[in-house]
C-alpha cells in the first residue's frame, strides 16, 4: 500500500476519514511530543497537551493554507495550546510576584559537555514562567514582543523570565561540574 501525500492526507482528515487522522497522527505525534515535554510539568501533562493539540489541529485543518509546512504549522498549534494552557493554570499567579530585574549580560550556557536529555532535564526542572520563555526564546526562536503577546505579559517580564531561566541553568551546571570535579578528585 502507498503512502498518501501530504494533499491526499489533508483532505481525507479534512472530510473527517479517520485512517487519514489517525495516519496523520502517526507521522508527526513523537515530534510534536517532545514539543509538549518541554513546556509540560511531567510525562502525563505533555501527553495531554498533544492530544489536546492533536484535537485543534484537526478542527483547524481547514484554515491551513500549504504556505509553509504541514509540519510547521502543527508545531505552532501545539507550542500555542501548551502556552494557553500554562496561562490558564499558573501564570497569573506567578506573574504578580515578579520583581523586574534589569537587562544584564548572561553568559551563554556551555552545553556542550551535557547530552540532550540532561538538558531537558535542566530545562523541565525550571519554574513555569521560567521554563516557558526559556523554550519559546531559546529553542522556538520568537522575540520578546512576540513572547509577550502570547503570554499575556509586557516584554520586559519575557526578558526578565530568560535571564532568570539562564541564571539559573548556569547554576545547576556549575553545581554539576562542582560534583564531578568533587567525584574525580575523591577517587
Not at 504541514?70 to 494557553?84: S, Y
Not at 553568559?107 to 540532550?116: D, T
Not at 525550571?126 to 520568537?142: H, K, Q, S, T
Request: hydrophobic residues 35%.
Amino acid at each position: 500500500m502507498r503512502e498518501l501525500t501530504e494533499r491526499e492526507l489533508l483532505d481525507g482528515c479534512r472530510s473527517e476519514d479517520r485512517r487519514s487522522q489517525e495516519i496523520l497522527f502517526g507521522r508527526y505525534s513523537r515530534r510534536m511530543y517532545a514539543v509538549c515535554v518541554r513546556y509540560a510539568r511531567h510525562r502525563l501533562e505533555a501527553q495531554d497537551l498533544m492530544q489536546e493539540g492533536f484535537i485543534r489541529v484537526f478542527d483547524k485543518l481547514g484554515d491551513f493554507r500549504s504556505e509553509g509546512s504541514l509540519e510547521g504549522w502543527i508545531r505552532r498549534i501545539m507550542v500555542h495550546t501548551c502556552i494557553n494552557q500554562y496561562r490558564k493554570k499558573s501564570f497569573q499567579n506567578e506573574r504578580f510576584g515578579m520583581e523586574n530585574v534589569p537587562d544584564e549580560v548572561v553568559e551563554p550556557l556551555v552545553m556542550e559537555s551535557l547530552g540532550q536529555e540532561e538538558l531537558m532535564k535542566m530545562i523541565s526542572e525550571l519554574p513555569d514562567g521560567y521554563r516557558m520563555v526559556f523554550n519559546l526564546y531559546a529553542i522556538e526562536g520568537y522575540d520578546h514582543a512576540e513572547i509577550a503577546d502570547l503570554m499575556g505579559c509586557v516584554e520586559s517580564t519575557s526578558r526578565s523570565q530568560l535571564a532568570k531561566a539562564r541564571r539559573m541553568l548556569q547554576a545547576r551546571l556549575k553545581e554539576q561540574e562542582r560534583m564531578l570535579h568533587e567525584r574525580e578528585t575523591s577517587h
